[in-house]
């Protein structure tokens, strides 16, 4: 009698296992979600540097709120659990912020990451609320940027984190955060699992899961190194060496495709048809929510 396969961890099952913190890598666009998906990486994330950077828009300043969603069209259906960086939800209004929720989850993600800017708590709080009202299945990221872009205030940071924490966050996020003591004392001062950004200078994967730290994320780490290799492996061409490091060959390359209808590829390239609910409106789970072009049915 063969045994049946045990189920796929759900994606808040991944933060959730202590010792082993969920490694998520972040990915660009479809090749690289499904090379990662391919070295066993059960969930992928996006990075919002590089979703601004491949359009030549900034980032972090609520301009490709489109690209973002025309992304995870793309990577939704992928056979891994998908987190998106939706910077700030691209809104200071909870209903908008909550309205892109239903817009990640209805083409397939699983998870997103809030950033708050160190704008305002209470706002930020507000639209986490309004997300898992929402979408109550959609693991919310809520990170501060206390570390990131602020000068590390311990007190603010615990004043911004239980404020998201309450507001139903179900992990909170310090990217900047390296010091092993005050990882440590973030990790026991938290109720929900605690995210931080790997850093080549940092704590290595085993310490940072010895201190308690429930998952790791790469940040825009791949993409910048993808644009390093790139330029490395031009100049190597130029002065007469050989690039070195990886390069996939060309079927390697094509064997990362997805299987499309011929009307599907001739859709692939328009993201205004990523479909929407009433505002007031949630969306209801399907099985198929997944699957690019499904109608999404809502209710209210």
Same mark, same amino acid.
């Given at each position: ?20 913190? *969920? ?20 969930? =992928? ?38 987190? @998106? ?11 908008? @912020? ?8 209805? $083409?397939?993600? $699983? ?23 929402? $979408? ?5 990221? !809520?990170?501060?940027? %206390? ?26 996020? @310090? ?8 990882? !440590? ?5 938290? /109720? ?8 080549? /200078?940092?704590?290595? *994967? ?13 940040? +825009? *780490? ?11 492996? $031009?100049?190597? =061409? ?7 490091? /990886?390069?996939? +060959? ?5 064997? *990362? ?7 599907? +590829?001739?859709?692939? %390239? ?24 499904? @109608? ?5």
């Amino acid at each position: 009698m063969t045994a049946e396969p045990a189920p796929a961890p759900s994606f808040a099952g991944l933060h959730h296992r202590p010792g082993d913190p *969920l490694l998520l890598p972040n990915a660009w666009d479809h090749a690289s979600a499904a090379a990662l998906a391919d070295r066993g990486f059960p969930a =992928i994330g996006t990075t919002s540097l590089a979703v601004a950077a491949a359009v030549g828009l900034p980032d972090g300043e609520g301009a490709t709120r489109e690209h973002t969603v025309g992304l995870a069209l793309i990577l939704g259906s992928g056979p891994y659990l998908l987190s @998106v960086d939706a910077e700030d939800g691209f809104s200071d209004d909870p209903d908008e @912020v909550a309205e892109l929720a239903r817009e990640l989850w209805a $083409v397939g993600a $699983v998870g997103v990451n809030l950033e708050d800017g160190l704008g305002p708590v209470r706002r930020h709080a507000a639209k986490i609320a309004a997300v898992k009202a929402a $979408v109550p299945g959609l693991f919310v990221n !809520a990170r501060t940027d %206390t570390y990131w872009s602020g000068d590390g205030d311990e007190k603010e940071t615990l004043r911004r984190l239980d404020a998201y924490q309450e507001a139903g966050a179900d992990g909170v996020f @310090v990217p900047g955060v390296t010091d092993p003591g005050r990882i !440590a004392a973030l990790v026991r001062h938290t /109720t929900v699992p605690l995210n931080v950004l790997h850093s080549p /200078t940092g704590p290595t *994967l085993g310490h940072l899961a010895g201190l308690g730290v429930r998952r790791v994320s790469l940040g +825009s *780490l791949l993409y910048r190194r993808a644009l390093g290799a790139a330029l490395d492996a $031009v100049t190597d =061409i130029a002065a007469g060496r050989a690039p070195a490091g /990886t390069t996939p +060959s060309y079927a390697d390359v094509r064997a *990362l495709e997805r299987s499309v209808s011929a009307s599907e +590829s001739a859709n692939s %390239t328009g993201w205004s048809s990523v479909p929407r609910c009433p505002p007031g409106n949630s969306v209801k789970a399907q099985p198929m929510r997944a699957a690019r072009n499904s @109608v999404v049915r809502c209710r209210s």
